[in-house]
């Protein structure tokens, strides 16, 4: 597109992917993403940020307080001036975020926090942005370069989108869920709860927090209507837990994972095992029932999805979307913007988010340029009380299931509306993600294959 001197490299990268098999699929960023796009099945997304109750938790809601900082008047091309992000010294505000360098020139009338926002996407789009001139053509492209300053080199560039940075464990749970062992029908799913380290951004320090099999989200456990489960817990924690599979209707009332009422807490070392029939589907979860506030705030969460029977919504890809408004910040499947998986589909295809909220406040999602139809909620087929919207609040404890059905190309945000969750002075975080829509399918697997690159 006549931008040879872009500094976008060249996108060999994009064709050149080999994908590989993992051999720990569930623990490998690389398989987990491989599996999401290529074989159709779900990338989800990942924010953060903080509304941390408690003081010992980092807090990064909102940014720095502003400081009075004139806007950039008349920069010279190149030269330092007080807003280059990145350099340590160079920036008014300390940031939340270590910030990279924002190089390149300094358009006019921009500050700091102009800067910061800029790099924030960078950090998101990372070296994939060169694959766009493929897939969007020159004259899209061009623009892109534009929006990010591409004519001029900066770091990002040749960095991994930084959702490629931190594993994105859940992304393609959908696709490749936790498998059971079978005892006669039974589906028999081992896990661990256990004490992680985890990055909600790959700049951020790691947090002690919780995770089921080592992580957060846990693995999704996938089963169908009308069969038996049987879900055992190892408790490697140094306290108690307990587990709900949120939205079950038990036949067994002390499968119910509430301690002290319809069970014990189990202890450091001990397992519990929880059976039952999952007889009603849909977009379920289980999680820690016990000290939850603090165990789920950790981490201690995941999906858990039965397919119905003759389901009438059939989509193309699935993406799980949870959300978590505690310990991590602002987060979606544990990660926080730039660090959060885009949605991907090609013009033609439907996706399913399955949105679910596991935190403590209601966070509206808003759908940059699409509709979406809401055709479950809490798991129950809405029929013909489906309905469409753009911004759909998602409160604690709730799920919804909306379609998408892609048909115009473009990288479109998609985040939750309550602006102080996403938006700071140091630009986008949290709960920010994107519906990226491009023309072809083979498109969504160039943009796989180049992140796994
Ligand atoms: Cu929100």
Redesign the pocket.
Same mark, same amino acid.
């Given at each position: 597109m006549g931008q040879e001197t872009s500094g976008l490299g060249p996108i060999a990268a994009v064709e050149t992917a080999e994908p590989d098999a993992a051999e720990h699929p569930e623990l490998s960023r690389r398989g987990f993403l491989r599996g999401a796009a290529l074989a159709g099945g779900g990338i989800a997304a990942a924010t953060l940020a903080a509304c941390a109750p408690g003081a010992a938790q980092p807090v990064w809601t909102y940014g720095p307080v502003r400081t009075t900082e004139p806007a950039n008047g008349s920069p010279e091309p190149g030269a330092p001036t007080a807003t280059p992000a990145g350099t340590p010294a160079a920036s008014a505000v300390p940031t939340a975020t270590p910030a990279p360098t924002n190089g390149g020139t300094i358009p006019p009338g921009w500050s700091s926090h102009d800067l910061n926002a800029r790099t924030v996407v960078r950090r998101y789009v990372g070296n994939l942005a060169p694959a766009f001139e493929g897939i969007y053509g020159a004259e899209a492209f061009g623009k892109l370069v534009k929006i990010l300053g591409a004519q001029e080199p900066y770091p990002e560039l040749t960095a991994k989108p930084a959702f490629v940075q931190v594993p994105q464990l859940v992304l393609n749970d959908l696709l490749t869920p936790l498998q059971p062992e079978l005892d006669g029908d039974t589906k028999v799913f081992r896990l661990t709860v256990d004490e992680i380290e985890w990055q909600v951004d790959e700049l951020k320090p790691p947090l002690a927090v919780f995770g089921y099999n080592g992580q957060w989200p846990g693995p999704t456990i996938r089963v169908n209507q009308g069969d038996r489960v049987r879900a055992i817990f190892t408790n490697n924690l140094h306290e108690t837990t307990s587990v709900h599979f949120h939205g079950v209707e038990f036949d067994d009332p002390f499968m119910d994972g509430v301690p002290f009422v319809s069970q014990e807490p189990f202890a450091p070392g001990e397992e519990f095992t929880y059976e039952f029939i999952a007889r009603n589907p849909g977009s379920l979860m289980y999680h820690s029932h016990h000290n939850a506030t603090d165990q789920v705030g950790r981490g201690l969460l995941g999906a858990f999805v039965v397919d119905r029977r003759n389901d009438p919504n059939k989509a193309d890809r699935e993406y799980v979307w949870i959300?978590n408004?505690a310990v991590g910040g602002?987060t979606i499947n544990g990660h926080g913007f730039p660090a959060v998986v885009p949605v991907l589909a090609a013009v033609g295809e439907t996706v399913r988010i399955r949105f679910m909220n596991e935190g403590n406040?209601? +966070?509206?999602w808003h759908s940059h340029g699409y509709t979406m139809r809401v055709v479950e909620r809490d798991g129950h087929d809405l029929g013909s009380a489906a309905f469409e919207c753009d911004t759909l609040g998602v409160n604690p404890g709730e799920r919804f299931d909306a379609l998408i059905t892609a048909d115009r190309p473009g990288i479109w945000a998609f985040h939750?509306?309550?602006l102080p +969750?996403?938006e700071g002075l140091d630009g986008m975080f949290g709960?920010v993600t994107s519906l990226i829509v491009v023309p072809e399918k083979e498109h969504v697997d160039a943009i796989v294959n180049a992140l796994l690159a």
């Open positions: 959300s408004d602002f406040m209601m +966070h509206p939750c509306h309550i +969750h996403v709960m």
